[in-house]
């Protein structure tokens, strides 16, 4: 189901955290969570917002750091005895002078989230997609594209499939990013299974997902992206710009309550 957030946001008569993670402890969550809006709404800095406020919180001694970058992130941490993991991946702009905080785009890349606590270990990104300028139109011969982009299926498949699968033997609650379920990303004939494979939740493991979806440009819409929404177990938030922040909020309290729901033994943290 969809809906268009606002602040003191319902759904089922229940404020927003609350339908996510209800109040009992024996509770399971009742939705995975996919933010959608128009381009530059803030879809990916609201899920990137919420990874460092969920990390910052548990945080595996006084010497954690998190970097601005969310490649950077460390993906297992905990305090006490209270745990959870974090997988999947963001998408981020690929610029000219991005260094310099603008330039021309020159395509997209994926950026798994890693669970390393080596300040120093390099994130490896992949080419989701990269701006062809030779032309007007792509030629077929360059593979499969996405309006004037092609699409690097194999770099984005090498990447992002494994970052999205890496915490699904987890003895923990797990937190799943995959941001976005796109045009460019559903060139990839094995993501929607991968991502339908998160969705579902296999076996005991206690697994939110949460994501992002392209909304629909001049009325068309993507199948793949319809069958997400209209799942019963996904709830879907519609933000803008003059929302996100409050919307940001919002979804960081249902995660941190859902991660709270139950105290886990946290011997070691792998």
């Not at 460390?74 to 002078?97: H, N, P, Q, W, Y």
């Not at 993501?191 to 009325?219: C, N, S, W």
Request: overall charge positive.
């Amino acid at each position: 189901s969809q809906s268009t957030f606002q602040p003191g946001l319902t759904t089922s008569a229940m404020p927003f955290s609350e339908s996510v993670c209800a109040r009992s402890r024996s509770a399971c969550v009742r939705y995975h969570v996919f933010v959608t809006g128009a381009p530059s709404s803030g879809k990916t800095t609201l899920v990137e917002t919420v990874i460092r406020r969920l990390l910052g919180r548990l945080r595996l001694g006084e010497e954690t750091h998190l970097d601005r970058k969310v490649g950077h992130l460390d993906g297992k941490v905990g305090l006490a005895k209270k745990v959870f993991s974090i997988c999947g991946f963001t998408t981020t702009e690929r610029r000219s002078d991005a260094h310099l905080g603008g330039g021309k785009r020159l395509g997209f890349d994926v950026v798994p989230i890693v669970d390393s606590f080596d300040r120093n270990q390099p994130v490896k990104k992949a080419r989701l997609a990269t701006a062809y300028t030779a032309g007007k139109s792509v030629p077929k011969s360059m593979g499969p594209s996405v309006g004037n982009y092609v699409v690097h299926v194999a770099d984005f498949e090498e990447t992002a499939l494994p970052a999205v699968t890496r915490c699904d033997d987890a003895n923990t609650p797990v937190v799943v990013v995959i941001d976005e379920v796109g045009k460019m990303e559903l060139k990839s004939e094995k993501f929607i299974a991968t991502v339908h494979a998160a969705l579902d939740r296999k076996g005991e493991q206690k697994r939110m997902v949460l994501g992002t979806l392209p909304t629909p440009r001049y009325g068309h819409k993507i199948q793949e992206v319809e069958d997400i929404r209209a799942r019963e177990d996904v709830l879907v938030l519609k933000i803008k710009q003059a929302n996100r922040d409050a919307a940001t909020d919002a979804v960081t309290a249902a995660l941190t309550a859902w991660t709270d729901e139950e105290g886990l033994d946290s011997a070691s943290v792998h």
